[in-house]
């Protein structure tokens, strides 16, 4: 009886447990590759996704005769701005006897991490995520087995314009001002420039639109970043010896690039606004003998008038 119970306790200790143990015995490779379609081999931050193939290659060490097996992946990157889901998620194959006559043979299974960001990603910064793949056979588990990869986020410029006022009346030979704010909702610094023209018949003396404006990026710096700022346009009115009523309209175009050393074609952003002077006044006795309420019930004929125009 002794040695019955003896003879047991050997025959448990070798055989395997029914347990799983993590192993490393099979040859397997795991590559990233990269996602070729990406414009200037970048992801487009909040519109864009990039989708990275991992391939998994299994080499013959694997018994064959265990039958099917599971690869399993797991993903983790190292920022908060990036999703990545995979696709699948798992996936399961069997490598046949026969193939492993061959040293050599190798099977291959993939998966594909689609990779996303939010307007919050730095533009030109790379950041990393890693795929692990575990293989389940019958009765042992491989691996992690991990694979990295990095991708770098594309410029995505946005100002946004907020003019305080899109019309002033002025006398002639005066000087106003136009606050315009302008802000960067994009993702990296911007430079940007501002240029005034008028295209219409009647002429503004002067249409100073100011210079650079240099603004920072929120997702750099956080709510400290000088990210906004406001800007006078300056304006002069012409000169009138005599009474006048007219209307100046010109435009204003905003054009922001990226602030910094970059390397490619960048996205740029342009915005155009119009601005109106209604230079009225400068009696000057243009009009000798013509009482004021006569000036000013021609003022709103013509004004009626104005409007009425197509």
Known sequence: MFRLAWLALVLCALLPSAEAQPSSDPPVAVVAEPDASLPNGRLVPETGQARVRILVDVGCALPPHVGESEVTFKVDTTVGYASVILSPGSTKFEIPPEACTNPDYRHTVETSAIVTTTRQAPALQSFASTVSATIQAESARYGPYPVSFELVNEFLPLTLLNPHQLYQKAAPGKTIVFPVEAQNLGNGPVRVTVEATQPNKN??????????????????????????????????????????????????????????????????????ISLAVQVQGGLGGAAPGVASGGILLALSAALLLRRRAP
């Open 203 to 272: 002429k503004l003396d002067v249409v100073d639109p100011g210079p650079v404006i240099h603004l920072e990026s929120r997702t750099g710096r956080g709510a400290q970043a000088q990210f906004k700022k406001i800007q006078e346009i300056r304006v002069e009115t012409p000169p009138s010896t005599g009474y006048v009523n007219a209307i100046y309209q010109f435009n204003v175009k905003y054009s922001s690039v990226y602030d910094g050393n970059a390397t490619g074609a960048l996205a740029t952003d342009e915005q155009t």
